[in-house]
């Protein structure tokens, strides 16, 4: 998968954010070995904490599309309305790290994080960002 396509898809996703509580649009943009990409946007809600993060959108997005496995790369990005993108890297957050873990699991993948920042461009493995993770394996 293309770094910058995925990056791209990532930062068109954050357009599309519902964030009218935080003004931090989030776009996440995940890539399947069958070269098709999956993006999502942060949907935030009257109910601040049932606010859904981009990424994990974007799994439900492949998840319902019936995306069970193959997920190679995983680009994130974000900011405040207007600088999206302009800051520091944006890590997914715990739940999300676990969100992606899912699909991840079980297709026996350890998918490349890019994680967008103005100055650089953060790459680690879905394994560093959540060492021993428990999923669908451990219930086997
Ligand atoms: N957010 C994401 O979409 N992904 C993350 O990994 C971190 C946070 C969203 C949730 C909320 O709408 C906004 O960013 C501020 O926390």
Redesign the pocket.
């Known amino acids: 998968m293309d770094k910058d396509a995925l990056i791209a898809a990532a930062r068109q996703a954050a357009s599309t954010a519902y964030?009218p509580y935080?003004n931090?649009h989030?776009g996440a943009a995940l890539a399947f070995a069958d070269g098709s990409v999956v993006t999502g946007a942060?949907v935030?809600n009257a109910s601040y904490g049932l606010?859904l993060?981009?990424?994990t959108v974007a799994v439900g997005k492949a998840m319902a599309e019936g995306k069970r496995g193959g997920l190679q790369a995983v680009a994130?990005i974000?900011g405040k309305v207007g600088h999206v993108g302009a800051g520091d890297p944006?890590t997914?957050?715990g739940r999300?790290r676990q969100m992606l873990n899912e699909v991840a699991q079980l297709g026996s993948t350890d998918p490349l994080v890019w994680c967008v920042g103005e100055s650089d461009v953060l790459e680690l493995r879905l394994s560093e960002l959540l060492p021993r993770a428990f999923g669908p394996s451990a219930l086997e």
């Open positions: 964030a935080s931090f989030v942060n935030e606010t993060c981009a990424e994130v974000g944006v997914p957050c999300c």
